[in-house]
């Protein structure tokens, strides 16, 4: 599992790598500084291969999405 610091700074990467733009819509993803955190447009780590499928909490198998 992720620290809380190891997973903002996942979604910080991910936040610049997208262009700010969610992998599900294409809309500007807010700043999550600005939402509460369970907002639902705040920014969510989203796997690509799923957890119960064996996927990891890495850059490499995320995408953010609102």
Known sequence: MASTTQA?????????????LCAGCG?????PRHLVRYHPD???FDHVTLRSAGGRRLLSNGLLKH
């Open 42 to 44: 705040y920014p969510t």
């Open 27 to 31: 809309m500007p993803l807010p700043s």
């Open 8 to 20: 903002r700074n996942q979604r910080r990467i991910l936040r610049w790598a997208q262009s700010s």
